[in-house]
C-alpha cells in the first residue's frame, strides 16, 4: 500500500489539533504560519497523488490492513486527485485571504479550516458509503464554525437555517445508509456494485429508498432546485472566505451523484440501473433558470454572486446527469472553473462592500471607490467567466456541456435554456457593474462614519495581498482556456476511468480475495 494516500486527511487533522494548542489570540500570527504551511503541504501532497493517480491504475488504501468489505478503505483514482488538488488550491488561495485580517473576528478560523479539509478530502477519498457520512459529518460540523465566525445577527439567523437543514440531511443520510446495510450486507462502494443488481425482487423497494434518500442528501448539497433555497441565504450572511471555502461543498454534492449513481446504480445495476439518471438533467434545468432569475432580481452583489453559484451548479448538473464519458469530461472541467470562479467573485464582492461604506454591496449608485480600476476590471473578468463569454474557461465549458449534450434527446430545450440563461446573467451582471462602478455621486453622508468618499489613492501592503489572491483564482480560470486541449485529454482519461468499473473494483477488492485465497 502507498501510505501517502491516507495523508490528505492525516495532515489537516493533525494540524487542527496543534492550531487549538495555538488558540490564544497572541498567537495568532503563529496560527497563520501554521495553516498556510500546512496548506500549502497539502497542495504539494495533492499535486503528488495526481501524478501518481496518472497511470490510470486506481489505489486502495486498507487502514490496519484489514482488507475490503470489512475494513475502513481509502481509494485514489484519477477523479479523487483532481478533487484533491482543487479543494488544496482553494484552500491555500483562502487562508491567505483569511489572513490578511478576516482571522481576527473570531477564534478558531484556521482550526476550522484544517476540519473542514479533513471532512472534504476525507469524502473525496472514502471507499465506503458510511465513511462517506462521517466525513460529511466532520465538513458539516466545521462549516457550522466557518458559518458564524464573526458573529453577528443576521449571520446567527442564516446560520441557523443552514445548520437545519443540514441536521435534516444528515439524518436522511443515516437512514439511507442503514437501508442500503440491511438489504446489502454491505456499504463498501465496490462490494455494492457487485451486489446491487443481484438484490431479489423483494427487496428491491427498500433498496431503491435508500438510493433515493442518498440523492436528496446530494441533491441538497448541490443546491439542486428544489432543494436549493438554504444556499442564498447562508452564502450571503456568511463571511466572505467562508463563502469561497464552501464553493467546494457543493462541488462534494456533485462529486457524490457521480461517484454513488455511476458506480453502484449504474445502467449495469440490472433493476435499479440508470436511477437518477431521469431525474437529474430536469432537476438541473429547472436550477439553472432559477439561478439566472435569481442574477437578474439580484438587488446586493452578495445576492448575485449566490444565484449564479446555483445557476452554476444547473450547468454542471446537466453534464453529470448525462452519466455517460463526453458529459464527465464537461462535467470536470466545469467543476474547476465553477469553483474557482465562484470564489473569486465572494472575495471580490467583500472587498468592494468594504470600499462602499454604509452601501456596502447593495446595488446603489454612489460615488467612486478606492482602487476602483483595479476591482472593476477583476469584475468584469469574474463576471464574463461566470456568464460564460469568452475566452475565459466559463465560455469553454459550457461548450463542453453543449457538445455533450448534442445527442441527448432533450438536446434543443438545453441549448435553449442554456444560452437563455447566459443572456439573463450577461444583463444581470452588466447592470451589475454599471451601477457599483459608473461614476454617480450621491451625498458623502451615505457613504460612511468619515462622511467623505473613498479616495482614489494607491494599494497599500495590506490592500494588495487580497486583490493579488483574487486575481490569482481568475488568472486561473484563463489558464484553464489556455490549457483547454491538454486538460481535457486528462479529463476525457478520467471518465475512462470512472466508466471501467471492473479497475475500480478489482483495486479494492482483488486484495482480500487473495487472502481468501491464501486461507483455503
Known amino acids: 500500500m502507498n501510505h501517502w494516500i491516507v495523508v490528505p486527511t492525516v495532515l489537516p487533522a493533525m494540524t487542527a489539533a496543534l492550531l487549538l494548542i495555538l488558540a490564544l489570540p497572541h498567537h495568532l500570527k503563529h496560527q497563520r504560519v501554521v495553516s498556510i504551511g500546512a496548506t500549502v503541504l497539502m497542495l504539494a501532497l495533492a499535486i503528488g497523488l495526481l501524478m501518481l493517480a496518472g497511470d490510470g491504475a486506481p489505489r486502495a488504501y486498507f487502514l490496519g490492513n484489514w482488507p475490503a468489505p470489512f475494513g475502513i478503505v481509502l481509494v485514489l483514482d484519477r477523479l479523487s486527485a483532481i478533487m484533491l488538488l482543487l479543494t488544496a488550491a482553494l484552500a491555500l488561495a483562502v487562508v491567505i485571504y483569511a489572513s490578511t485580517g478576516w482571522d481576527t473576528r473570531g477564534r478558531h478560523f484556521h482550526a476550522l479550516m484544517q476540519f473542514q479539509l479533513l471532512g472534504v478530502n476525507g469524502a473525496f477519498l472514502t471507499g465506503d458509503l458510511f465513511n462517506l457520512f462521517v466525513f460529511f459529518e466532520v465538513m458539516l460540523i466545521a462549516s457550522y464554525g466557518l458559518m458564524l465566525h464573526g458573529g453577528g445577527a443576521v449571520r446567527l439567523k442564516a446560520g441557523f437555517h443552514y445548520v437545519a437543514i443540514n441536521l435534516i440531511a444528515s439524518t436522511l443520510f443515516l437512514f439511507g445508509v442503514g437501508l442500503i446495510y440491511a438489504i446489502t450486507g454491505t456499504l463498501n462502494m465496490a462490494d455494492l456494485a457487485g451486489k446491487v443488481a443481484a438484490v431479489s425482487a423483494d427487496d428491491q423497494a427498500l433498496l431503491k429508498t435508500g438510493a433515493m434518500l442518498l440523492f436528496v442528501v446530494f441533491a441538497t448539497k448541490a443546491a439542486l432546485v428544489p ?145 476602483e480600476t483595479i476591482l472593476g476590471a477583476l469584475f468584469f473578468l469574474g463576471a464574463i467567466a461566470m456568464v460564460g463569454m469568452p475566452p475565459l474557461s466559463g465560455f469553454i465549458g459550457k461548450l463542453l456541456i453543449l457538445e455533450a449534450t448534442r445527442e441527448a434527446p432533450q438536446a434543443p430545450l438545453i441549448w435553449a435554456i442554456v444560452l437563455g440563461s447566459s443572456l439573463l446573467m450577461m444583463i444581470g451582471f452588466a447592470r451589475a457593474g454599471s451601477v457599483v462602478f459608473w461614476n454617480n455621486p450621491k451625498p458623502a453622508s451615505d457613504l460612511g462614519e468619515a462622511g467623505v468618499a473613498p479616495s482614489r489613492d494607491g494599494l497599500s501592503a495590506s490592500a494588495l495581498v487580497p486583490i493579488v489572491v483574487v486575481g490569482l483564482l481568475l488568472g486561473a480560470t484563463a489558464a484553464l482556456s489556455f490549457g483547454a486541449g491538454p486538460l481535457t485529454s486528462g479529463f476525457q482519461a478520467t471518465s475512462a476511468q470512472l466508466l471501467d468499473k471492473a479497475g475500480y473494483i478489482r483495486a479494492v477488492l482483488a486484495p482480500a480475495a487473495g487472502v481468501a485465497m491464501g486461507e483455503n
Not at 445557476?311 to 464537461?330: E, H
Request: glycine share 8%; net charge neutral; charged share 10%.
Open 227 to 371: 432543494l436549493h433555497w438554504w444556499l442564498p441565504s447562508a452564502y450571503a450572511a456568511t463571511s466572505a472566505p467562508a463563502a469561497a471555502m464552501f464553493m467546494i461543498m457543493t462541488k462534494v454534492g456533485a462529486y457524490a451523484i457521480i461517484r454513488v449513481y455511476g458506480l453502484i446504480f449504474g445502467a449495469d445495476a440490472g433493476p435499479l440501473g440508470a436511477l437518477v439518471a431521469p431525474i437529474v438533467i430536469p432537476a438541473a434545468l429547472v436550477t439553472l433558470v432559477v439561478g439566472a432569475v435569481g442574477v437578474l432580481a439580484s438587488r446586493s452583489l452578495s445576492d448575485l454572486v449566490c444565484f449564479s453559484v446555483i445557476a452554476s451548479m444547473g450547468n454542471l448538473l446537466i453534464a453529470v446527469g448525462l452519466f455517460d464519458g463526453v458529459g464527465t469530461t464537461a462535467a470536470l472541467y466545469y467543476i474547476i472553473h465553477s469553483t474557482l470562479t465562484g470564489a473569486a467573485l465572494f472575495l471580490l464582492v467583500d472587498l468592494i462592500s468594504q470600499r462602499r461604506g454604509k452601501l456596502m454591496d447593495r446595488l446603489e449608485p454612489a460615488p467612486a471607490i478606492a482602487n
